[in-house]
Nanobody, 115 residues
């Protein structure tokens, strides 16, 4: 059974940092491309970052230089280090695992940035 579980969200002041984790099981993590998405209230879900199977990383322009995505294949876990947080980063953050034609989503973790 596939499981994708995000954690690490919370309330932080502007300029602060958080580290999100995405722990997975039930599939071969090392073969999956992993994504972070976020959804703010009243807005569509937005892609944030991707880390590929060769550790190549990509980011939406608005988080470049502030967020860092990483993965630990031994722990079947992906991370998102978020520094310099802004109120506009407030959203539910979701992890997505893509392997072959399958896609697995977590339930999300809330990040709230106060001004």
């Amino acid at each position: 059974q596939v499981q994708v579980v995000e954690s690490g969200g919370g309330l932080v002041q502007a300029g602060g940092s958080l580290r999100l984790s995405c722990v997975t099981s039930g599939f071969t993590f090392s073969k999956a491309a992993m994504d972070w998405y976020r959804q703010a209230p009243g807005k569509e879900r937005e892609w944030v970052a991707t880390i590929g199977t060769f550790y190549n990383a990509f980011y939406v322009e608005s988080v470049k230089g502030r967020f860092t995505v990483s993965r630990d294949n031994a722990e079947n876990t992906m991370y998102l280090q978020m520094n310099g947080l802004r109120p506009e980063d407030t959203a539910v953050y979701y992890c997505n695992a893509r392997i072959l034609r399958d896609s697995y989503w977590g339930q999300g973790t809330q990040v709230t940035v106060s001004s």
